[in-house]
């Protein structure tokens, strides 16, 4: 059996009812991301700089693989799919499948349990105790081919900051991506781990002095230049006699992403250079000035989980242009064009995942097409995708402490919580837990998963249905765990950090222990 929630081809032939074919893949979007409002209260209208010459359509087929149209817009409509691929106009979207969010390895044994790269999730939860993050390598793997699939000439950049550990740093380098970093830590961890720093690529908005010697004393490949005040502090700490190769982070003014927090392509954030007020154009001129830094692209970063293509699109337009420019100022022809990542997943059955295959082409005809318009050669793009590779992969275990009915609420506590899972507080993200590890045929009601943290917003996911003879002991599951759970974990109640367990071939083994009392004993010097 087999589900796929990144559409690419799958793994192995046969599938679950209702499963998207083979040599197609569903994509559902809502109103286009660049005719997005930048407020509630003032909407783009259809002539807006940022809106797009394509018809806006709710929901259609793409391939899944081969090619892509090369130009012109998108038909509003095309072939339907097979019944039950796609909801009828007026009809109810059919059930999703159970499994469609987990790692492509699940699968079912008997009535109450799961396995997950060939290993019951019970025995991994007796094994090594709860919360436990559990890591699919195999589904890590083919979300990294999955992408140099619909990427052939493109760089990848798996970004750091969804996920590292040494493993990982392995996997992601045998696969052939390179690496997106945010800091002197994620910098040390991969290269000590192996990782050549050569595919290498620093972020951060307020990179420290230790951030920046730390690369340049590694040899990166590149710095992603993020305001003018670190220009001349980058060029100072560059050696006699070499070159940084950087990139400057340009703000297109694209409001696209699930969450106002999550948004960067705006430009009331932090990120970035304005396009709009000139302050990109005016860094790019004080780089050219810097002979020990050697400008050889442009990079933008529009948010994070995106679904559709057209932000994207909206970016390449832009950047196209400002390219243009720069080569009638300045005489150069930039090379790179690096379009972040914010590729959006599924985090529930039935919700709206970014087709790959469809966004790879489209942006290899936009780029295409833009430069000839514009007279310049194409440059080599770049992605960095981390949620899209990591999220996926990982689920969470956790063990119920207490069922607490309170008039009409029912309140499901479990041995974790925000500090292993911050985002539903910080961006109210929704997850879908799962009993396992025992036979019920209880149905379904209506509860509240929350942690056991001192903190009346401490919910794991608010509003699920679980069975309504749930108790304490009982063993809860959460797909789409693999991105910004541990890498955003805190210590908050000094309850300790869960471990990352990898399965793979019907084993499991331990990647990062749990972090201990002694662990956060020993850090704490005393009076």
């Not at 993020?226 to 001349?232: F, N, R, V």
Request: net charge neutral.
């Amino acid at each position: 059996m087999s589900h796929r929630t990144l559409p690419q081809p799958p793994r192995r032939t046969t599938r679950r009812t209702g499963a998207p074919s083979p040599a197609t893949a569903t994509v559902t979007s809502g109103p286009p991301a660049a005719h997005q409002p930048q407020s509630p209260e003032e909407p783009l209208s259809a002539d807006h700089p940022l809106s797009t010459d394509e018809p806006a359509s709710a929901e259609r087929l793409v391939p899944a693989e081969g090619p892509l149209p090369a130009e012109g817009p998108l038909p509003a409509e095309g072939p339907l799919p097979a019944a039950g691929e796609l909801p009828s106009a007026g009809k109810p979207p059919p059930a999703a499948e159970p499994l469609s969010i987990w790692p492509g390895s699940a699968a079912p044994l008997g009535h109450d349990d799961l396995a997950v790269g060939g290993v019951p999730l019970t025995e991994i939860a007796d094994r090594f105790g709860t919360p436990a993050y559990v890591l699919d390598e195999a589904e890590v793997r083919h979300r990294c081919r999955a992408y140099l699939r619909a990427f052939p000439d493109a760089e990848v950049f798996y970004a750091a900051k969804a996920f590292l550990c040494r493993a990982m740093v392995h996997w992601v380098r045998e696969e052939g991506l390179g690496l997106d970093v945010c800091s002197a830590g994620e910098l040390e961890l991969a290269v000590t781990s192996g990782f050549p720093p050569a595919r290498i690529v620093l972020h951060g908005n307020a990179k420290s002095p230790a951030d920046l010697r730390a690369a340049l004393r590694l040899g990166v490949g590149r710095i992603v230049i993020d305001s003018t005040s670190e220009i001349a502090r980058l060029a100072a700490a560059v050696p006699a006699g070499s070159r940084q190769k950087v990139l400057i982070r340009v703000v297109p003014g694209i409001a696209a992403g699930g969450h106002a927090k999550i948004r960067t392509g705006t430009d009331d954030q932090k990120f970035g250079l304005s396009l709009a007020d000139g302050s990109a154009q005016h860094a790019i001129t004080r780089v050219l000035s810097q002979p020990r830094l050697e400008l050889v692209g442009l990079h933008c970063h529009l948010g994070s989980q995106i679904t559709t293509v057209k932000p994207y699109l909206s970016a390449v337009r832009r950047l196209i242009g400002l390219l243009a420019r720069i080569q009638e100022q300045h005489g150069i022809t930039l090379p790179e064009l690096d379009l972040g990542g914010g590729h959006g997943v599924a985090y529930r059955p039935g919700e709206p995942t970014l087709d790959l295959a469809f966004l790879g082409g489209r942006l290899r005809a936009e780029l295409a097409g833009g430069c000839a318009a514009a007279g310049l050669p194409v440059p080599r793009l770049a992605i960095e995708p981390g949620r899209a590779i990591a999220g996926p992969a990982g689920v969470v275990l956790y063990r119920v402490l207490s069922v607490k009915r309170t008039g009409a609420h029912t309140f499901v506590a479990v041995d974790g919580g925000m500090s292993d899972n911050p985002r539903p507080a910080l961006y109210g993200v929704r997850y879908a837990p799962r009993l396992i590890g025992r036979r019920t045929t209880a149905a379904p009601e209506p509860v509240t998963v929350v942690g056991r943290h001192c903190e009346a917003g401490d919910v794991l996911a608010a509003d699920v249905r679980l069975p309504g003879d749930i108790r304490p002991g009982d063993l809860l599951a959460v797909p789409v765990a693999g991105a910004y759970h541990l890498s955003m974990a805190s210590g908050y109640n000094l309850v300790g950090r869960p471990p990352v367990i990898a399965v793979a071939e019907g084993h499991a083994r331990l990647l990062v222990r749990r972090e201990s009392l002694a662990d956060i004993q020993e850090r704490d010097i005393g009076l």
